[in-house]
Nanobody
Framework: VQLQASGGGLAQTGGSLRLSCAYS????????IAWFRQAPGKEREGVSC????????NYSDSVKGRFSLSADTAKNTVHLQMNSLKADDTAVYYC????????????????????WGQGTQVTVSS
C-alpha cells in the first residue's frame, strides 16, 4: 500500500487549494481514505474521510462547508478541495488509509489508519 500526497502550497485567506492523494496497492472499495493535518505545536487532527463501500464522507466541524472530498477511482486518486481557506488551516496535511473498516468512516481515531503518506504543507496567509 502506498499513498502519495500532493498539491500543497501557499494560498491567501479566502482562497482555494486542491490536495491529491494518489493511492496504489489496494482497491478503494475495500478501504477508507482520509486526510489529517497537523499544525506546529498541535495534535494531529482529522479533516475528512471517504468510504466507497458505505458511500460516506465525513468532515470535521472546522472544515465542514468549506472542504469537499471526492474520489477518482479511474485515476486511483482522492482529492480534497479546500475553499474559503483560513489561517487556521495552515498545517501539514497527510492522507491515510485503513482497511477492514465497518460502517461509515470517521477520523477521530487516527490509530485506526495503518497506512500513511508523506505530508504536504499548506500555508494560508492574510
Amino acid at each position: 500500500v502506498q499513498l502519495q500526497a500532493s498539491g500543497g502550497g501557499l494560498a491567501q485567506t479566502g482562497g482555494s487549494l486542491r490536495l491529491s492523494c494518489a493511492y496504489s496497492g489496494f482497491t478503494f472499495d475495500d478501504y477508507v481514505i482520509a486526510w489529517f493535518r497537523q499544525a506546529p505545536g498541535k495534535e494531529r487532527e482529522g479533516v475528512s474521510c471517504i468510504s466507497d463501500r458505505f458511500g460516506s464522507t465525513n468532515y470535521s466541524d472546522s472544515v465542514k462547508g468549506r472542504f469537499s472530498l471526492s474520489a477518482d477511482t479511474a485515476k486511483n486518486t482522492v482529492h480534497l478541495q479546500m475553499n474559503s481557506l483560513k489561517a487556521d488551516d495552515t498545517a501539514v496535511y497527510y492522507c491515510a488509509a485503513a482497511d477492514s473498516w465497518f460502517g461509515p468512516c470517521y477520523t477521530t481515531r487516527p490509530e485506526m489508519f495503518g497506512f500513511w503518506g508523506q505530508g504536504t504543507q499548506v500555508t494560508v496567509s492574510s
